[in-house]
Nanobody, 115 residues
Framework: QVQLVESGGGLVQAGGSLRLSCAAS????????MGWFRQAPGKQRDLVST???????YYANSMKGRFTISRDNAKNTVYLQMNSLKPEDTAVYYC?????????WGQGTQVTVSS
């Protein structure tokens, strides 16, 4: 079992920045991909970014150039630096991890960007 605990969400003005963190704990052999999804009210959960243990990253098109994912394998922690935030980035952001043969999700952290 893996527990994912997110932190760093909040309220920010358009153009501002936030940094999300997600720490994995529990009993597992290894974690492969970690990343972030987001879900706005009334919409489906969408992929934001992922990072593999060797540092390979993926970003959804609308996040490229604004968001940066990073990872500390020793701490089993993934980060998402979000810059130039827009009101349309407002959503609940969920941490994701694939550990052993299962997918795990955090409880979500709210990010609100005011115009």
């Amino acid at each position: 079992q893996v527990q994912l605990v997110e932190s760093g969400g909040g309220l920010v003005q358009a153009g501002g920045s936030l940094r999300l963190s997600c720490a994995a704990s529990g009993s597992f052999f290894s974690i492969s991909t970690m990343g972030w999804f987001r879900q706005a009210p009334g919409k489906q959960r969408d992929l934001v970014s992922t990072c593999t243990p060797d540092g390979s990253t993926y970003y959804a098109n609308s996040m490229k150039g604004r968001f940066t994912i990073s990872r500390d394998n020793a701490k089993n922690t993934v980060y998402l630096q979000m810059n130039s935030l827009k009101p349309e980035d407002t959503a609940v952001y969920y941490c994701y991890a694939h550990a052993d043969v299962r997918d795990y999700w955090g409880q979500g952290t709210q990010v609100t960007v005011s115009s």
